[in-house]
């Protein structure tokens, strides 16, 4: 029974600290009715193995994995499993020896379940009593529910007819309407003809579900089904593609952030997407499979996206262009492109003129060159999402200008070779989101980016604000100013007096990513660090250090106590730092952020390899510290000087000998984390043990690469 709640019992025995514990090796797989076997074993081969690089094509798969567990204790779960021959295969290179692993499979399928030579454990359904007890959590948290509620709310579960995933789905829905009989009431009417024996029933409690969402919300719902099923996707990411389609706007009341988060906190509390929160980690979402096939009929059906071949499009070139959904999604296949039959962006074939096409996205094989003029955009006027994968395509100066005639556009990515963009570019005024992937050079991004004043998101692979080989300095008028812009990156900087004052003129930057090139200083005998101080929004901030002047000998005997001057914002809250030198001071200005929740430090050279942070040194808000490849031999921590920490990743420090053993007095450590390190090992399980014996506390876990547990 789909919804029955296999893979959510699976994954609380996977992830349960005492059974994990047990084994060496751990590894979760989700097969699902279309799988590549291959990719399948290559997913619980880069799950259980040390190595973070990925298989060639050519190596045996089965035969890597074999090897990687012979010998060992392992623990894997093959989730959605459909068929016989799926577990055959998939099983032959686990060995056979007596080790005390376990497989557990999920499966819809009873002759399935007993090709695994066990008895499978056939789960049953909830009792009323039980979904009712689901339901009136949901609904009412630790109070109690009104005496005028009970009977209703009963007869609600009781129409449940015990399926987790529906009362799940239902409590969502009454969760959030009011605690009045007559709301319920109607609620129960319309569960009262479900009889839930099949898909389509479950599939009924789904658009339950889907009806009581906000019109509004229901776009920015299917578009969750444009991510391919099993797959989580970022929430920061999701929320930038909502805004291109133009799914979100701006109240009176709230910002579009705001708007944002008050309608996926919607969709979540629904129970349609599943949230994932893991600390240190990118806040994530994903659909239950059954709600992505829900969603993916209903957004088709609504005629809001498709997503086909090359040829399935080609093929219906006699179809009426009012069929054309709003958004669509091509898999490109080379040798069909050539054959110049790709009616969308034939200019002389009116039938597709794609004049109800707002988004358009190509993925796929890389398009020959010799094909390039078969591609026209220019008729597709009223696209506001244009994404030509990189893989897809190298845009050429032709298909740029065409490009630059779409003024609605809110949203383009592509890969190009220019070192700076077209005066076209200009008419691209309603950009908000745009993302380059330039190769060959530095893309120079002054003046063009200040026509395009709506421009939200700017991503490029690598980008300068100025020309540095051209002569004398561009003139910027004094209120220029791009006051939309909140995520820049890659850029290159150097010193210069143009740069000096730059992000002045980008007042609301949240998050901002960019490399130092060319900035040590021989007649002050410092490195130059940008002024960012006037960036009062700004939240996370990521900074490498790409030194060209200054070798690594250098770079130790010139060691003083202010190498860098560094002015961040009081209001940052996610700081990460690579291949800095760094000094005590240097250490401490970064201690004395009051907002700083994400600490990360890669290949860092810390002056003497010693880092004392002293008593009135304290990281107040800081919930995550990551310390990769560091130079740091030494390190004194006082009882207060992390109060909230919650995760400490310790990655490839050979140099350190321990970690100081006041971690053990924090009482929100919840993580350890030890990756290429074996010498802290001892630290870490003394730290854990106290952390038991002493301060009874048992939430601690020492984990290794790819979260494995390393005691058991």
């Not at 420090?653 to 970690?659: A, G, P, V, W």
């Amino acid at each position: 029974m789909p919804g029955s709640g296999k893979t959510t019992l699976a994954y609380k025995v996977y992830s349960d600290k005492s059974v994990s514990s047990h084994f060496d090796l751990c590894a979760w797989c989700t097969v699902d009715q279309e799988h590549d076997e291959k990719k399948l074993l290559g997913t619980i081969f880069n799950q259980v193995s040390d190595s973070d690089s990925k298989l060639s094509e050519n190596i045996d798969v089965a035969d890597e994995l074999r090897k990687q567990l012979y010998g060992k204790r392992y623990l894997i779960v093959l989730d959605d499993l459909w068929d016989t021959a799926t577990w055959d295969e998939l099983t032959r290179p686990f060995p056979r020896v007596k080790k005390g692993s376990r497989i557990i499979l999920t499966t819809r399928e009873k002759e399935v379940a007993l090709h695994g030579n066990t008895a499978p454990l056939n789960l049953r359904l909830l009792r009323s009593e039980e979904s009712w007890e689901l339901l009136k959590k949901r609904a009412f948290g630790i109070e109690s529910c009104p005496d005028d509620l009970l009977d209703v709310g009963k007869e609600i579960a009781e129409n449940c007819k015990g399926l987790p995933l529906v009362a799940d789905l239902i409590a969502g829905v009454i969760a959030g309407l009011e605690k009045k009989k007559t709301v319920w009431l109607e609620v129960r009417n319309n569960l009262s003809s479900f009889i839930l024996n099949s898909k389509m029933e479950v599939m009924k409690v789904i658009e339950l579900s889907y009806d009581h969402l906000p019109h509004h919300l229901k776009p920015c719902f299917f578009y969750l089904a444009s991510n391919p099923k099993d797959t989580a996707m970022e929430i920061s990411l999701l929320k930038h593609f909502w805004l291109a389609e133009g799914l979100v706007e701006q109240t009176e009341m709230k910002s579009v952030e705001e708007v944002m988060k008050v309608y996926l906190d919607k969709l979540i509390s629904s129970s349609l997407v599943i949230s994932f929160n893991e600390i240190g980690e990118n806040p994530t979402f994903q659909l239950h499979d059954l709600v992505h096939d829900f969603c993916l009929i209903k957004a088709r059906k609504e005629k809001f996206f498709e997503w086909v071949s090359l040829r399935t499009l080609s093929s219906s070139s006699s179809s009426s262009s009012d069929l054309m959904p709003r958004m669509l999604t091509i898999d490109n296949n080379t040798e069909f492109f050539a054959l110049n039959n790709f009616v969308l962006f034939d200019l002389n074939k009116k039938s597709h003129s794609g004049k109800h096409l707002y988004s358009l996205r190509i993925v796929g094989e890389k398009l020959d060159s010799l094909v390039y003029d078969t591609c026209h955009l220019r008729h597709l006027k009223h696209l506001t999402v244009l994404h030509l994968d990189p893989t897809f395509v190298v845009v050429n100066d032709f298909l740029l200008n065409e490009i630059c005639m779409l003024n609605h556009l809110r949203f383009l990515l592509m890969r190009i070779k220019v070192k700076s963009l077209p005066l076209s570019f200009s008419n691209l005024w309603n950009l908000e989101i745009l993302s380059v992937y330039n190769e060959g050079s530095t893309l120079v991004l002054l003046p063009r980016i200040w026509d395009l004043v709506k421009l939200r998101v700017l991503a490029v692979t690598a980008g300068s604000f100025f020309d540095m080989d051209a002569d004398g300095s561009i003139l910027i008028a004094e209120d220029t100013k791009l006051e939309n812009l909140r995520h820049l990156e890659k850029l290159v900087l150097s010193y210069s007096k143009d740069t000096e004052h730059i992000f002045e003129r980008f007042p609301n930057l949240q998050d901002l990513r960019f490399d130092i090139k060319e900035s040590w200083d021989y007649s002050t005998e410092q490195f130059w660090f940008p002024k960012l101080d006037c960036l009062t929004e700004l939240e996370e901030l990521r900074v490498a250090f790409k030194s060209s002047n200054i070798n690594d000998s250098e770079l130790s005997s010139v060691m003083t106590n202010r190498l860098w001057d560094f002015h961040f914002p009081s209001n940052l809250k996610r700081l990460c730092l690579y291949d800095f030198p760094l000094t005590s001071d240097s250490l401490s200005t970064i201690v004395r952020l009051p907002n700083l929740e994400g600490l990360s430090l890669h290949r860092t050279i810390i002056q003497g390899g010693e880092w004392n942070i002293g008593k009135k040194d304290i990281f107040e808000n800081l919930k995550c510290l990551t310390l990769s490849k560091v130079t740091l031999s030494k390190w004194e921590v006082g009882e207060e000087s992390f109060p909230v920490l919650e995760r400490l990743d310790l990655l490839e420090c050979h140099e350190l000998e321990e970690i100081p053993p006041s971690f053990g007095d924090i009482d929100s450590l919840k993580i350890i984390k030890l990756v290429k390190s074996p010498q802290l090992e001892d630290s870490a399980m003394k730290i854990k043990e106290y952390a038991e014996e002493i301060m009874a506390r048992y939430d601690l876990q020492i984990l290794g690469s790819k979260n494995i547990p390393l005691f058991k």
